[in-house]
């Protein structure tokens, strides 16, 4: 069984920057994909980023050049780095990992864009 606890959000300004944090338990997060989710107040819960075992990285193109994921396997965490951050991008921002034939969803923490 792995936990994955969210970190991080909060209220920003438009234009604000956040750093997400995602701590796993357990001992297989350096062989798991991981990702970051959102889901906004209506809407479907839609990828963000990930960054596979190896360290490759994807975006969604509306975060490309603003967003930076990243892994620290000696912390068993996984972070995701917001710059330029824009009202819409307003959600819950889970975190979620990927091993074997296993899927793992952190509790989701808010962050809030606004003025």
């Known amino acids: 069984q792995v936990q994955l606890v969210e970190s991080g959000g909060g209220l920003v300004q438009p234009g604000g920057s956040l750093r997400l944090s995602c701590v796993a338990s357990?001992?297989?997060?350096?062989?798991?994909?991981m990702d970051w989710y959102r889901q906004a107040p209506g809407k479907e819960r839609e990828l963000v980023a990930s960054i596979t075992s190896g360290g490759s990285t994807n975006y969604v193109d509306s975060v490309k050049g603003r967003y930076t994921i990243s892994r620290d396997n000696a912390k068993n965490t996984v972070y995701l780095q917001m710059t330029s951050l824009k009202p819409e991008e307003t959600a819950v921002y889970y975190c979620?990992?990927?091993?074997?034939?296993?899927?793992?969803w952190g509790q989701g923490t808010q962050v809030t864009v606004s003025s």
């Open positions: 357990g001992s297989i997060f350096r062989f798991a994909a």
């Open positions: 979620h990992a990927n091993y074997a034939l296993y899927s793992y």
